[in-house]
């Protein structure tokens, strides 16, 4: 059974909150952003997960769907699609996952990569992210000049949509990843559930409360030296 009530003290992405917000700190020039900063800072990808989950499931699907509408995309051309699958729908995609894999790997080395699939399983909620072939497509014929940059910019929209919405689950107590098998099950999912042909599958979230211990692990940086130059 789903436990509505919101982590405060349980496991929760929000443990490591204090530590991360100090550890990456730029510099303590602060302003209104703030929280926003400190929730990117927290995120992160947590494979140990329960089948619960700390707020309803119409939030979840409130959480993806704001998502969903405010996620940026080139000339606001809207390519980006979701399926969220809770229960039974969320152990079917996880069991496709693994058939999938022991129809290609080897039985020794199934052994030992079913359990990551498992570990997935063991979440409550997987939510999928597409793009719309066909809205690339129409942009591409409406916009030739800049026909070659459409697949790209949609997949970039794509990765701002599904950073948005791990942020936000984060927030609400949820530990989440990002998986990627979709080359192996595309075909299947779309005939699973019945999604449009033309929608192609990017990734896959699964996403539950994390499990009682968890502990985000360290982070390195690179310098920003490096990473990031200013001009004035």
């Known amino acids: 059974m789903p436990n509505w009530k919101r982590c405060s003290g349980g496991p929760s992405t929000k443990s490591v909150k204090d530590q991360t917000a100090a550890t990456t700190r730029v510099k303590p020039v602060g302003g209104p952003a703030d929280r926003f900063l400190d929730a990117i800072a927290e995120r992160r990808s947590v494979y140990a997960l329960t089948r619960k989950s700390s707020i309803p499931n119409e939030r979840v699907v409130e959480i993806v769907q704001h998502a969903v509408l405010h996620t940026p995309t080139s000339f606001n051309s809207q390519s980006n699609r979701a399926v969220v699958l809770f229960g039974e729908?969320?152990?079917?995609?996880?069991?496709?996952v693994a058939k999938s894999l022991k129809k290609i790997l080897p039985p020794e080395?199934?052994?030992?990569?079913v359990g990551k699939v498992r570990s997935f399983q063991a979440g409550y909620l997987t939510i999928l992210y597409f793009i719309d072939t066909k809205v690339v497509k129409e942009l591409e014929e409406q916009y030739k000049t800049y026909a070659e940059n459409f697949v790209p910019w949609a997949q970039q929209s794509s990765g701002m949509l599904q950073s948005?919405?791990?942020?936000?689950?984060?927030?609400e107590g949820l530990g989440a990843s990002l998986q990627h098998y979709s080359n192996l099950i595309e075909v299947e999912v779309k005939k699973v559930y019945n999604i449009p042909q033309e929608w192609s599958l990017i990734s896959q979230q699964p996403v539950g409360v994390p499990a009682e211990?968890?502990?985000?692990p360290e982070k390195d940086f690179k310098p920003l030296e490096e990473t990031v130059k200013v001009f004035h």
């Open 89 to 96: 729908n969320h152990m079917r995609l996880w069991g496709i």
């Open 109 to 113: 080395q199934f052994e030992g990569t």
């Open 164 to 171: 948005n919405v791990w942020v936000a689950l984060e927030k």
């Open 213 to 216: 211990g968890w502990k985000a």
